[in-house]
């Protein structure tokens, strides 16, 4: 999934990051309720995980405006503030989901799993077919004409965006921002070089090419 955290602990922030990078979310940490809009409007995410008290806006009012601007986008709210009338209030302003701090990171990634059922193009489940290649989202397995690809974290995450867009040419910008994340401080050699280390084991030993260069565009999977 790709997810905006946006939270102002300089420690809890870098750690929920750390924590969902390794389950193969890529994750925007951003810790400015105004910076946080930016970052919504600039990007398509999966999730937003936003705390309650921040600089700049407030998770609350973050939720508000994300769904005055007609965002769909599913809303988890993490704070201290457990009395029943602020869960009251972060609901009815558009927080799909409520955590409690402190809270069990294997809570944390429960509740994920449970809003990511409500997202179609969803990175934690589901199985993607495209010609003779088979993505699972929910084991991270690649099979390309039932042979077990063994790929690297940035290169299943290439794959997977890849595939959810089977068809569609996606430019260097693109997939920097969604397999990356905003923040990374990369350039677009550093996708040609992912691009061709993962072709190599997708495309390289069989007859059928299914990466595609697009010159002067960018790439796609063929369907």
């Given amino acids: 999934m790709r997810i905006l955290l946006v939270e102002d602990d300089i420690r809890l922030g870098p750690l929920v990051e750390y924590k969902l990078a390794k389950q193969l979310h890529s994750v925007d940490w951003v810790t400015d309720g105004g910076m946080a809009l930016d970052y919504m409007e600039a990007a398509r995410y999966d999730l ?54 402190p809270f069990a990171f294997e809570e944390l990634l429960a509740r994920i799993q449970v809003l990511a059922r409500r997202i179609e193009t969803d990175w934690t489940s589901g199985i993607y077919r495209i010609s003779d290649l088979v993505v699972n989202m929910q084991t991270f397995e690649v ?23 089977a068809g569609q040419v996606l430019s260097r910008q693109q997939i920097m921002d969604q397999v990356w994340g905003l923040s990374a401080d990369i350039t677009p050699n550093a996708v040609d070089a992912t691009v061709k280390l993962l072709r190599k084991k997708i495309d390289g030993p069989y007859e059928s090419k299914l990466i595609q260069s697009i010159r002067g565009f960018g790439f796609r999977l063929i369907k």
Wanted: glycine share 6%.
């Fill in 48 to 101: 937003f995980i936003l705390d309650w008290m921040l600089p700049g806006k407030t998770g609350l009012e973050l939720c508000q405006e994300a769904r005055s601007r007609n965002l769909h986008t599913p809303i988890l709210m993490l704070t201290a503030r457990d009395a029943v009338p602020d869960r009251v209030s972060g609901l009815l302003s558009g927080a799909d989901d409520y955590l409690v701090k």
């Fill in 143 to 165: 099979l390309r004409q039932d042979i077990p690809v063994t790929l690297t974290r940035r290169e299943f995450q290439l794959l997977a965006y890849l595939v959810m867009n």
